[in-house]
């Protein structure tokens, strides 16, 4: 007896041949970016290696999962946005690894990329709902890539000296959360869909990458940088907290 996996309906081969090319093209580009960063000595080889192999893995866990929740046959401007959004946070990341102490200078320009891709962080959710591509692939890849642009933020920031290695708290919450729903099946289901609930996770989630580019900033004092962060992972537990206590209502009145 053989066992087949079904086969994909037509939009999704359609998406998937799109899909090749654009990840095929983003990891082109990556390598290229990567190979540059290193013969222009702005960054060992080890760690621009390792934001290469970064980026690589979201391409291919993002490849994983689109055929079965984008049931559209284009991939979207949206996910291309989210996708350089990704390649940001793992070029920075790479530098993040790196032993090499953070300058002034490199310090401005890391800010100066983490802010462009936020400011992108707002257009791919409207455009989805503009080309009418909106997906759960879509809103799950935004997610995930806020998440591990926030944790590469903190992580540089406490790099630079920026902030006490508290800050880091800011990055793991997110995972901290996902593991402990192995542990407590409550936590485990996705909260339900609620306007406001939903605006106040995008909200407090613009709020910590605000926060750790403030603190980024070679301009800010200590002092104030360990405040704005401070406030943000205060803001940021309440978040969690809310979904916890709305899974848990969820639960008991269903």
């Not at 760690?47 to 893995?57: D, H, K």
């Not at 707002?122 to 806020?146: H, K, P, V, Y």
């Not at 339900?192 to 603190?215: E, G, H, N, Y």
Request: net charge positive; aromatic share 6%.
């Amino acid at each position: 007896m053989s066992i087949h996996a079904a086969p994909l309906p037509s939009y999704s081969l359609a998406l998937m041949r799109e899909a090749h090319v654009v990840f095929a093209r983003s990891l082109g580009i990556a390598a290229a970016a990567t190979l540059l960063l290193v013969l222009g000595g702005a960054v060992q080889t080890p760690a621009a290696m390792a934001g290469l192999i970064l980026f690589t893995g979201l391409v291919v866990a993002s490849e994983r999962r689109l055929a079965r929740n984008h049931p559209h046959p284009r991939l979207g401007i949206a996910n291309r946005i989210t996708l350089a959004r990704a390649g940001v946070a793992c070029l920075i990341a790479g530098r993040a690894l790196d032993p090499d102490p953070l300058g002034t200078a490199e310090r401005w320009t890391l800010v100066a990329l983490a802010g462009a891709a936020l400011l992108l962080d707002g257009t791919d959710g409207w455009a989805a709902r503009r080309q009418g591509l909106a997906s759960a692939f879509g809103a799950r890849f935004d997610m995930e890539i806020d998440a591990f642009a926030i944790a590469v933020l903190a992580i540089t920031a406490v790099k630079a000296g920026a902030v006490p290695c508290w800050v880091l708290a800011i990055g793991a919450m997110r995972y901290l959360y996902v593991g402990a729903g192995r542990l407590f099946p409550v936590l485990r289901p996705t909260p339900p869909a609620r306007a406001f609930a939903d605006r106040r996770r995008k909200a407090i989630a613009v709020v910590q990458s605000l926060a750790l580019l403030c603190s980024l900033a070679p301009a800010t004092p200590p002092s104030w940088a360990a405040a704005v962060c401070a406030l943000a992972l205060v803001m940021l537990a309440y978040s969690f907290a809310a979904d916890i206590v709305m899974l848990r209502c969820t639960k008991q009145h269903g």
